[in-house]
């Protein structure tokens, strides 16, 4: 006789420091697929969490940005590899996520890896596009570096939950910044899941943490906390960006504010976001005789 077999159901966390807690509040949400089907359980990341994962991103930071450029890149490397290697789960998550077919869900994961590839390649190449020799009148050399902000605040996009995901958060980690990342609230699964291949990915602990819950709950903390030195509001509506840059003005943050329309992230990224959390550096050495 045949026994009906109940499923193991998974249970989602969050990923902060390089762990996987659950929200120190208890608190959970339904994640439903585009048919309003239950699909799990995700944590509700407090204030306290977003907290905490600000401190695991400050700590991790001076390791990361002190890593050659061409290790951060064989990293990134790294995570496409093992990103592939899950392609399958991704790809029914981000179809449950947001109601694609199987060929446009594998079309998606596809682009997501190929990205983290495209951001892999660029660690060690950015500062020739970001750096110069200026010509000064005098004894010296001028040269100006770009360097890490240091800790990023990232709304994930809503409409994308793994390409959009990886497309602003890829290119904050390969220019040496770390990331404390709110995922999109109604799709947070394909994000979360994207912690346990970065726990395996040789990516330290603390470069990445992921938030999963309400965005209007977390971000505010982030825009004030002053530990957190830029904030990507890619993921945020109208009036939502425009408070948390009210707050984040308060601080002197670095703000990056998204474009009205709708982002195309199937279309090439560009270097923009590469840019967007550089700091440039300048020094004036002597020149020898």
Known sequence: MSETRLSVLKTYKL????????????????????RGQWLANAPRASRKDARDAVTAARAAFPRWSGTTAYLRGQVLYRVAEMLQGRGEQFRAEVAAAEGLSKSAARAAVDAAIDRWVWYAGWTDKVAQIAGAANPVA????????????????????????????VSVLAPVVATGNTAVVVTAGTAPL???????????????????????????????????????????L?????????????????????????RRSA???????????????LETKTVWPPMGV
Do not use: C, M
């Open 138 to 165: 005098g004894p010296y050399l001028n040269l100006s570096t770009p360097a890490p902000t240091g800790v990023v605040a990232v709304l994930a996009p809503r409409d994308s939950s793994l390409l959009g995901l």
């Open 234 to 258: 890619t993921g945020a509506d109208e009036e939502l960006a425009a408070e948390l840059e009210g707050v984040a003005a308060e601080n002197l943050k670095r703000v990056r504010r998204p």
């Open 190 to 232: 394909p994000a979360l899941t994207l912690g346990e291949v970065l726990a395996t990915s040789d990516v330290p602990g603390g470069v990445v943490n992921l938030l999963s819950g309400r965005a209007a709950e977390l971000a505010p903390t982030l825009a004030a906390h002053q530990d957190v030195n830029a904030i990507d």
């Open 15 to 34: 990923f902060i420091g390089g762990s996987f807690p659950r929200s120190e509040s208890g608190r959970v949400y339904e994640v439903t697929d585009s």
């Open 263 to 277: 982002e195309d992230w199937t279309a090439d990224p560009g270097t923009g976001r590469l840019l967007a959390f």
